[in-house]
Nanobody, 126 residues
Framework: QLQLVESGGGLVQPGGSLRLSCAAS????????IGWFRQAPGKGREGVSC????????YYSQSVKGRFTISEDNAKMAVYLQMDHLEPDDTGVYYC???????????????????WGQGTQVTVSS
């Protein structure tokens, strides 16, 4: 059974950093592409970053480009999201998701993802 479990969220001050982890099990991580999404209170789900495991493509939304870094460790069956220079607008529940190929556009649309984790809360506040 395919499963995704996020961890690493928490409370951080503006300008701080967090590293989110997405532990995958039950499928070949090298076949699927993995996306990170977030949802702020009262807002829709926003695509943050995507890694195309098959071809190595990496994509970021404009709002996080230059501050967030996505990476993958196939041996550990994990995908990470390093978040630096965090801002209050980064607050929300962060989800990782998996989709079978092909990657559609930049991979930042939620509709193409078949499997989702339960989410981890990130709060950026002083």
């Amino acid at each position: 059974q395919l499963q995704l479990v996020e961890s690493g969220g928490g409370l951080v001050q503006p300008g701080g950093s967090l590293r989110l982890s997405c532990a995958a099990s039950g499928f070949d991580l090298g076949y699927y592409h993995i996306g990170w999404f977030r949802q702020a209170p009262g807002k829709g789900r926003e695509g943050v970053s995507c890694i195309d495991s098959r071809y190595g493509g990496i994509y970021y939304s404009q709002s996080v480009k230059g501050r967030f870094t996505i990476s993958e460790d196939n041996a550990k069956m994990a995908v990470y999201l390093q978040m630096d220079h965090l801002e209050p607008d980064d607050t929300g529940v962060y989800y990782c998701a998996a989709a079978s190929p092909p990657l559609l556009s930049d991979g930042l649309t939620a509709e193409q993802y078949e499997y989702w984790g339960q989410g981890t809360q990130v709060t950026v506040s002083s």
